[in-house]
């Protein structure tokens, strides 16, 4: 099994900066939320804003969690299959209460229907937050464990937000079949 050994204090340390996930996972959270559902059309300016402002929202929170989850001692050899599983799973859900409160706080239940707009949102939101941290955190992780700059990683995932809606948009139409 493939693992990623954190061999020292310092090092253990320095993945776990709180400030750090937060505030990086803040920026993608707002950026993603945004051009995400903009870049496929959803031009809802109301639905855009509340997207990003609840992707940055929840970005804190999931960098909060990420960096208390890794500075724990038992991630002294973390195996890298379960780091890929756990950015994937934390990313769905990220993405989730994005697009559910995205939804929501437009008034989606307003508008009848509610319930249909609201899931349709939260599930391509997950789908596209499943993507964005599953790529993003291992080697975001591997940088913060070597104490490198991390802001063009962070970049990258910000310029790569707009493909996030196309992505979970063919992710959908694939298990549907629409």
């Given at each position: 099994m493939t693992?990623?050994?954190?061999?020292?204090?310092?090092?253990?340390?320095?993945?776990?900066?709180?400030?750090?996930w937060v505030r990086d996972l803040t920026i993608i959270g707002g950026v993603s939320g945004a051009l995400a559902p903009a870049a496929v059309g959803f031009l809802m300016p109301g639905y855009v804003l509340l997207a990003g402002a609840f992707g940055a929202g929840s970005g804190a929170v999931v960098g909060h969690l990420a960096a208390s989850m890794l500075t724990k001692e038992r991630v002294r050899r973390l195996p890298v299959a379960g780091l890929l599983v756990g950015g994937v799973g934390?990313?769905?859900?990220?993405?989730?209460?994005?697009?559910?409160?995205?939804?929501?706080?437009?008034?989606?239940?307003?508008?009848?229907?509610?319930?249909?707009?609201?899931?349709?949102?939260?599930?391509l939101a997950s789908v596209a937050g499943a993507i964005q941290l599953g790529w993003f955190w291992l080697p975001?992780?591997?940088?913060?464990?070597?104490?490198?700059?991390?802001?063009?990683?962070?970049?990258?995932?910000?310029?790569?937000?707009?493909?996030?809606?196309?992505?979970?948009?063919?992710?959908?139409?694939?298990?549907?079949?629409?």
């Open positions: 693992t990623l050994t954190i061999p020292s204090g310092a090092e253990l340390a320095r993945l776990g900066e709180r400030r750090s934390l990313g769905a859900l990220w993405g989730a209460l994005t697009g559910f409160g995205a939804a929501l706080g437009l008034g989606a239940f307003a508008h009848g229907g509610g319930g249909v707009l609201l899931a349709l949102s939260a599930l975001y992780a591997i940088l913060r464990a070597r104490g490198r700059r991390t802001w063009p990683l962070v970049v990258v995932a910000s310029l790569l937000a707009p493909a996030l809606g196309w992505a979970a948009l063919a992710g959908f139409a694939l298990v549907t079949g629409h």
